[in-house]
């Protein structure tokens, strides 16, 4: 199977590449390494990938028509996933043009360089944030009224939107894969699991925002297992919860950082931030039925892995230094 992932070597990109690539899969991967993190965490993502013979990397913008041309005429692609954005509530409140230019015009290009070139399968990566602070949990694909409460948010449930649209007047087929938060390692930096945990091993302060919330944390692999059981199976135009179906409060979450790490935080807590949702909770029935997608890393044992990949990470760093 031939595929193109776009923003592949991104966290989630990179992890899907690799998986794709052990299942004998061509994989070829668009990404333009964004300054939104560091390139060097981005070519160290795709650093094992890149010798291997059936990857191909190219290095360019979503937003660029031809040379999503050239990049379509490389390979006669069989599916196309698609995980290129801007990611991040917080930042998109700050730049909501930046944001609505990449995660939608560059979302219609690629579609429109699909038309083009006769591809006809799309797993678009969306977000449980399109759900915003709907009172139903847990969060159900089909109910009515979401109500995205920042520019990111918004820029997933249109993109979702243009999926839609396609299938109805082109032919091409989508399923739109809801992530619920995602961890492990090669997380983006900006996120809190990142952050937290960066700040208790460093015995840093770090800082919680909103008393009350709670998350459906959901770890890398487990994504990586939803993706590649829904590419398989593109069938019209569809949407997908890939979560972990269970929810943890923030509090807790931070006590089992502490359990892992085997250091005390230390918290400064801070009022609600605008733009983040209070509570997310993935109904799992659709994906499991539709797709075969069965979460299997508990939050423990996926932080685990987290905390030792930033402790490797951070040794490396330290030895390349002396
Ligand atoms: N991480 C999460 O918790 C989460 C949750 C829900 C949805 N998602 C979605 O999953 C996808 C991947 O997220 P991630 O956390 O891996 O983010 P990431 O930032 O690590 O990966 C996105 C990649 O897209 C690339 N990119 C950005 N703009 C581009 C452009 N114009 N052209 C080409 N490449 C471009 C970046 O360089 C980056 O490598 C995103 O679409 C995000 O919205 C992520």
């Given at each position: 199977?031939?595929?193109?992932i776009t923003g592949g070597a991104g966290f989630?990109?990179?992890?899907?590449?690799?998986h794709l690539l052990t299942m004998g899969c061509r994989v070829h991967v668009l990404d333009n390494f964004h300054t939104n993190y560091s390139r060097e965490q981005k070519l160290r993502n795709i650093h094992q990938s890149l010798g291997h013979p059936a990857y191909f990397l190219h290095e360019g913008d979503i937003r660029d028509?031809?040379?999503l041309t050239h990049v379509f005429r490389q390979g006669q692609f069989d599916v196309v996933i698609h995980l290129a954005a801007l990611p991040g509530v917080q930042?998109?409140?700050?730049?909501?043009?930046?944001?609505a230019d990449v995660n939608l015009n560059g979302t219609r290009t690629l579609l429109n360089a699909m038309h083009q070139s006769g591809v006809r399968k799309l797993i678009f990566g969306s977000?449980?944030?399109?759900?915003?602070d709907h009172p139903a949990m847990p969060l159900q694909e089909d109910c009515q009224h979401l109500f995205p409460i920042s520019p990111y948010a918004l820029t997933k449930y249109k993109g979702e939107q243009l999926c839609r649209h396609y299938h109805q007047q082109y032919g091409i087929e989508s399923t739109c894969l809801r992530f619920f938060t995602v961890y492990g390692p090669r997380q983006r930096p900006d996120m809190a699991i990142y952050q937290f945990l960066e700040a208790i091993r460093q015995q840093h302060q770090l800082t919680l925002y909103g008393k009350g919330t709670s998350r459906d944390y959901t770890f890398v692999?487990?994504?990586?297992q939803g993706i590649s059981k829904a590419m398989f199976r593109i069938d019209g135009f569809s949407i997908y919860n890939i979560g972990s179906g269970s929810y943890i409060s923030l509090r807790q979450l931070i006590t089992l950082m502490e359990d892992v790490t085997n250091q005390k935080a230390r918290i400064?807590?801070?009022p609600d931030r605008p733009g983040d949702v209070a509570h997310t909770w993935a109904d799992l029935t659709?994906?499991?039925q539709k797709l075969a997608y069965q979460p299997t890393t508990s939050l423990s044992e996926g932080l685990q892995q987290m905390a030792d990949w930033l402790a490797s990470r951070n040794a490396q760093a330290a030895l390349s230094r002396c």
């Amino acid at each position: 199977m031939n595929v193109l992932i776009t923003g592949g070597a991104g966290f989630i990109g990179s992890h899907v590449a690799d998986h794709l690539l052990t299942m004998g899969c061509r994989v070829h991967v668009l990404d333009n390494f964004h300054t939104n993190y560091s390139r060097e965490q981005k070519l160290r993502n795709i650093h094992q990938s890149l010798g291997h013979p059936a990857y191909f990397l190219h290095e360019g913008d979503i937003r660029d028509a031809p040379y999503l041309t050239h990049v379509f005429r490389q390979g006669q692609f069989d599916v196309v996933i698609h995980l290129a954005a801007l990611p991040g509530v917080q930042a998109s409140l700050q730049r909501p043009d930046v944001y609505a230019d990449v995660n939608l015009n560059g979302t219609r290009t690629l579609l429109n360089a699909m038309h083009q070139s006769g591809v006809r399968k799309l797993i678009f990566g969306s977000s449980s944030s399109v759900y915003g602070d709907h009172p139903a949990m847990p969060l159900q694909e089909d109910c009515q009224h979401l109500f995205p409460i920042s520019p990111y948010a918004l820029t997933k449930y249109k993109g979702e939107q243009l999926c839609r649209h396609y299938h109805q007047q082109y032919g091409i087929e989508s399923t739109c894969l809801r992530f619920f938060t995602v961890y492990g390692p090669r997380q983006r930096p900006d996120m809190a699991i990142y952050q937290f945990l960066e700040a208790i091993r460093q015995q840093h302060q770090l800082t919680l925002y909103g008393k009350g919330t709670s998350r459906d944390y959901t770890f890398v692999a487990d994504i990586v297992q939803g993706i590649s059981k829904a590419m398989f199976r593109i069938d019209g135009f569809s949407i997908y919860n890939i979560g972990s179906g269970s929810y943890i409060s923030l509090r807790q979450l931070i006590t089992l950082m502490e359990d892992v790490t085997n250091q005390k935080a230390r918290i400064i807590q801070r009022p609600d931030r605008p733009g983040d949702v209070a509570h997310t909770w993935a109904d799992l029935t659709r994906s499991k039925q539709k797709l075969a997608y069965q979460p299997t890393t508990s939050l423990s044992e996926g932080l685990q892995q987290m905390a030792d990949w930033l402790a490797s990470r951070n040794a490396q760093a330290a030895l390349s230094r002396c």
